[in-house]
């Protein structure tokens, strides 16, 4: 975990600094200024919220999930808002992806997503871990984070022309994935117990 958390400090920054899918002036400052001064416990806080600015996703402090098992644990939003939120930013990586003219800016956000390709897979695994003593790894809900991941960061080789397409014919398959990954978020957060309008409005569009 705490090698995840590391990574993840390193994916936000390249993010932060590449200006891809990344979150305004005034945050990227912030991020700056939160990375030289925090504490140890201040490090985990920041290593939550910043899976959220991966593709542009406003940080939040929802609280990351921990891999403790709990008889009576009621699910609840902020114990997978990373994954709705990364949902929700797909949106506007499938707006680049589908623009050849916008694949720079499509390709720094996908290289650094790939940095840390298991960092959403670790967290829905932990969120699982609250509901399911035993194998929570190989959980089918868990499954379906780790394809969405799988299948985001496959559009990095896909725009960089190592798969056999280009222009028009590359932007339409990584729309396509794009769109399969939300699916498979869809899913997951269908699948989680989480009431709530955000979720449902969310697993309905897709």
């Known amino acids: 975990m705490h090698t995840m958390k590391v990574s993840l400090l390193l994916v936000a920054s390249t993010i932060v600094s590449t200006g891809a899918f990344a979150p305004s ?22 290593a939550k919220s910043a899976a959220a600015s991966v593709f542009g996703v406003v940080a939040t402090t929802a609280a990351f999930p921990e891999n403790a098992f709990a008889k009576d644990y009621e699910p609840k939003f902020d114990d997978l808002k990373q994954i709705y939120g990364l949902g929700v930013s797909l949106d506007r990586l499938n ?20 940095r840390d390709p298991n960092f959403y897979g670790g967290y829905a695994r932990n969120y ?6 035993n194998n929570a790894d190989g959980d089918e809900r868990v499954g379906y ?31 396509k ?4 990954a939300q699916g498979l978020i869809a899913k997951f957060l269908g699948a989680s117990g989480v009431e709530d309008e955000r979720v449902a409005a969310f697993v309905s569009a897709h």
């Open 25 to 46: 002036a005034h945050s990227q400052q912030r991020v700056a200024q939160t990375e030289l001064s925090m504490t140890s416990g201040g490090r985990r806080e920041f």
């Open 95 to 114: 707006e680049k992806v589908s623009d050849p003219d916008k694949w720079g800016a499509a390709l720094e956000g996908l290289r650094a997503f790939n």
């Open 128 to 133: 699982i871990s609250k509901s399911v003593k």
């Open 145 to 175: 984070i780790r394809q969405a991941s799988n299948v985001i960061g496959s559009c990095q080789e896909l725009l960089e022309g190592r798969q056999g397409l280009d222009g028009a014919d590359a932007a339409a398959e990584a729309s």
């Open 177 to 180: 994935r794009v769109k399969r």
